[in-house]
């Protein structure tokens, strides 16, 4: 089962690699474009909300409901009965957030003073201070739209990853970024203001990913007449589901999303700053832990449904050491290459070595907790694939708490960096309390043989991060290098952590075979 899952995660991975390459070059042109100034802020801001509620309806909480479901009637081997489930969530979901959509964009200046609070009240005190209030409101308009078209493409690739055609889904993020680089190149001389044409790319960005999966349905037979099916068995236990899992599956964004509005009250450039190390923080993440996160969904559902409760601890254990193995030196990689790397991805045209350095501060903020992120986006399936969505949802509603009363403490004392740490202790408090109910209800534990895995991780991660800090150049002599010359240095540097990283682990005695071999409970 384990060559299985790693052989979709590494598909997903693939997909998702190509789709975070091009993220990042869509960063770059947008740092380009628009830098860490004013209207990199709103546009920014205008994207974050649209994007927070993908996350909730798409693929979030919606995912985590949908699926286990989809799988319960996919295994009742009714071809029929599947068309039919799917076309009444899809006629569900799609009036739901056509409506959502449409109060969005009439309601957009209210979604401008609430989340650009700071904006709002910096208007009222002085007139001239109404351009980002005004820009923020006009932008939400044009990018809200995202909304109706990415979660109609979430509930096509939900269905498409429980065929285990995984590639099509992960691969389609790929056209927003196209979609947006190519706005941003080519319109973006056009309009007065640059950040309109990014705007307009993502709303045609949604259009493209949501086409681009219809065609695979229709092969696989899935496409039928959209039902509105409010009251219907499947879509009464989806909702169910869905309605507490808003908050459990979704507390990372929920609290990305309040660190926007504080944001807001604090100087020019820190909803940028924290945009642009968030960018190279979800490259693993979403590399590595969404991808297994992915995988490991169906096959748990699989799991519970065939009440093999053997398989689904050792699935769980084999996504754990995944998320570690990889993580770990992820995180230690981001933060003693914070700098360099941003010096080297976004310093182009108005994103200056000032920027890079503030934004990598709270890029090492946002590492430390990397591998929290990722045990949530593994440990929360072993709730939803058994149908527990309330477990989770308690939780989430915790760590929010607890991550606003860490903003409020830290944030006047460190800024935009204090928000940053702050979700990096909610998000650790998260993957805590999941652990911990999962063991204390003999739903799942950490191995003996895991426990040693990622002590030998942890010591080869220490490894590299001292191999790499003695060989760093002087940081005051990466801003006078050219492209190619910070390009060749940051690659050696990975290079060398890289080779380090994998001869300790090597050294330790890890080998292929305990990556790919689950570990039952002992």
Known sequence: MSNRLLKSGLIVSAMTFISRILGLVRDVVVANLMGAGAAADVFFFANKIPNFLRRLFAEGAFAQAFIPVLTEVKGEDDFSELRKFIAQVAGTLGVIVTLVTIVGVIASPVLAALFGAGWFYDGLKDDTSWEKFELASTMLKITFPYLMFISLAGLCGAVLNTLNKFAVAAFTPVLLNVSIISFAIYLAPVF???????????????????????????????????????????????????????????????????DTIIASFLMTGSISWLYYSDRLLEFPLGLFGIAIATVILPTLSRNHVSSDDRAFTANMDWAVRMVCLLGIPAAGGLMVLAQPMLLTIFQH??????????????????????????????????????????????????????????????????????????????AAMNAGLLYI?????????????????????????????????????????????????????????????????????LGLGLRPRHIRETQHAN
């Open 349 to 426: 045209g108005a994103f200056s070595p000032a920027d890079a350095q503030a934004s990598a501060y709270s890029l090492i903020a946002y590492a430390t907790g990397l591998l929290s992120f990722m045990l949530v986006k593994v440990l929360a399936p072993g709730f939803f694939s058994r149908q527990d969505t309330r477990t989770p949802v308690k939780f989430g509603i915790w760590c929010m708490a607890a991550n606003m009363l860490f903003n409020l403490l830290l944030a006047p004392w460190m800024g935009y960096i204090g928000l940053a740490i702050a979700t990096s202790m909610s």
């Open 437 to 505: 109910t999962l063991h204390k209800t003999h739903v799942y534990r950490v191995t003996r043989a895991t426990f040693g895995f990622v002590a030998r991780v942890l010591l080869a991660t220490g490894l590299m991060v001292v191999a790499i800090y003695f060989c760093l150049p002087d940081s005051s002599l990466w801003p006078h290098w050219s492209t190619v010359e910070k390009t060749l240095e940051l690659s050696k540097l990975i290079g060398l952590g890289a080779g380090v990283f994998v001869l300790a682990l």
């Open 192 to 258: 007065e203001e640059p950040a309109f044409a990014l705007a307009w790319g993502v709303f045609f960005g949604g259009v493209l990913q949501l086409g681009f999966q219809l065609p695979f349905l229709y092969k696989a037979g899935l496409i039928s007449k959209p039902i509105w099916s409010w009251n219907e068995p499947g879509v009464v236990k989806v909702r169910k589901l869905m309605l507490p899992a808003l908050f459990g599956v979704s507390v990372g964004q929920l609290n990305l999303l309040f």
